[in-house]
């Protein structure tokens, strides 16, 4: 089944030891999304790609970084996590720029010592 | 600040009872409005998006309506099963700069469905 894949499941680093997620996705959808998701709280948005074209919120920290190699493949690099990104982190793929039916992956949560 | 929320934080019905959830938001500039279903330890999972210009829209067991004059959203799903416990965000879909869109999600109802 075409789908949303996101590696690992669980994730522990230490504190300002850099962190990559992945997420893969079969679907073949031109926009990729990465969100925070911290307990008992709604997704926020960090930054999207549509196809090659990279765009970040405003209120997103320096300390999140994205790569989407090609089109399957996007990856969240965190180059020194802090107690405070620990957090469930979401992958969402859309067709198009204009999403209502994003398509998540199942997240990764990440723990940081 | 976020533009969408939710009036109540949990919900707690019998089985078989309709559901009613609802949502607020404050930024008439939406193209449109989704409700999403997260099951614990998983993504969100899209349920069913209404655009501005209509004020109902059926799917299967779920009803959505929005009232534009007071800025309100509100999910009814019929005979609420047990498989339907979950947390349900609504989210707002608005043009964010040049061509890109923004989907800004509320804050969650916890459904808790007592069997």
């Known amino acids: 089944d075409a789908m949303v894949i996101q590696n690992p499941r669980y994730q522990v680093t230490q504190f300002g030891k850099p962190v990559t997620l992945s997420c893969s996705q079969t679907l073949n959808h031109n926009v990729m999304y990465w969100y925070q998701q911290k307990s008992s709280q709604a997704p926020k948005l960090l930054f999207h790609?549509?196809?090659?074209?990279?765009?970040n919120e405003a209120d997103t920290p320096d300390n999140f970084q994205s790569r989407r190699p090609n089109t399957s493949f996007c990856f969240l690099d965190i180059r020194s996590p802090g107690l405070g990104d620990a957090a469930m982190y979401l992958c969402?793929?859309?067709?198009?720029?204009?999403?209502?039916?994003?398509?998540f992956g199942s997240g990764t949560q990440l723990s940081v010592l | 600040g976020e533009s969408v929320g939710l009036h109540l934080p949990t919900l707690s019905v019998q089985e078989g009872d309709n559901s009613i959830i609802n949502c607020a938001y404050s930024n008439s500039a939406s193209d449109y409005f989704i409700w999403y279903k997260q099951e614990s330890g998983k993504g969100p999972q899209f349920i069913i998006d209404?655009?501005?210009?209509?004020d109902k829209r059926q799917g299967q067991r779920v009803t959505v309506l929005l009232n534009k004059t007071v800025k309100h959203l509100s999910l009814q799903i019929a005979a609420t099963q047990p498989g339907d416990s979950a947390v349900y965000f609504c989210?707002?879909?608005?043009?964010?700069?040049?061509?890109?869109?923004?989907?800004?999600f509320g804050k969650g109802t916890l459904l808790t469905v007592n069997p």
């Open positions: 989210a707002e879909n608005r043009r964010s700069g040049g061509s890109n869109y923004k989907l800004t």
């Open positions: 969402a793929t859309s067709r198009d720029r204009r999403p209502a039916e994003l398509f």
């Open positions: 209404i655009r501005s210009n209509m």
């Open positions: 790609y549509y196809d090659k074209d990279f765009n």
